[in-house]
Structure formats: C-alpha cells, structure tokens
C-alpha cells in the first residue's frame, strides 16, 4: 500500500524494522533525560470525553485504563516498570554520541 501511495519501493518487513528503530530511538532519548514510567502520560484534554461525530466522538481515556496499557507495554519489554527503559552502559554510550 505504502508503494503505491509513494512510488517508494519498501515491504511490511521494512516498515516493521523502521518502527522498531523509531521506538528505539525513543527509548534512548527518554533514557538519556532520565524518563521513567511516571511521566510517561497523556494530556489530561484526554481524560474527558472527546466530542463531535465519528469513530472517537465520546472516547475517553481513564487514567486506570492507560496504567493497564503502561503495564502491558512494559511487560512486553521485559523491564522493571518503575525503572529507565535504557540503563548503564547503553545510556553512557548514547550521551557520549549525543554529545553529553
């Protein structure tokens, strides 16, 4: 689909190794600015109701409900849940790179 879309000649194999590499990416920022799982949060807009029409009109996301999320997505990680998900070594090397 993406090819068609695009012209950009790229499989679902690929598309999963770059998402992999974003959330990796990700990870190594929050490690490296000593993000935990406590503030790993959304907005608090999206603890009310959302309005209008369409498939999200009066979604609401429960603060209980993204704690059960949070605990599914650390779980899959394997990593304690109240700890960085980089530590030692892996943030010393991704400071030094980033410069810091």
Do not use: C
Not at 37 to 60: C, F, I, M, N, Y
Request: hydrophobic fraction near 35%; glycine fraction near 10%; charge should be negative.
């Amino acid at each position: 689909m993406l090819s068609s879309a695009s012209r950009w000649e790229i499989g679902v194999q690929e598309i999963m190794q770059l998402g992999e590499r974003r959330l990796n990416m990700m990870r190594a920022f929050n490690a490296r600015e000593d993000f935990t799982r406590a503030e790993d949060v959304l907005p608090k807009q999206l603890s009310q109701p959302l309005g209008g029409e369409g498939p999200t009109a009066w979604v609401v996301y429960l603060p209980a409900d993204l704690e059960h999320y949070k605990d599914v997505y650390y779980g899959k990680l394997e990593r304690d849940l109240t700890r960085p998900l980089i530590e030692g070594d892996e943030v010393r090397v991704f400071r030094q790179g980033a410069g810091g």
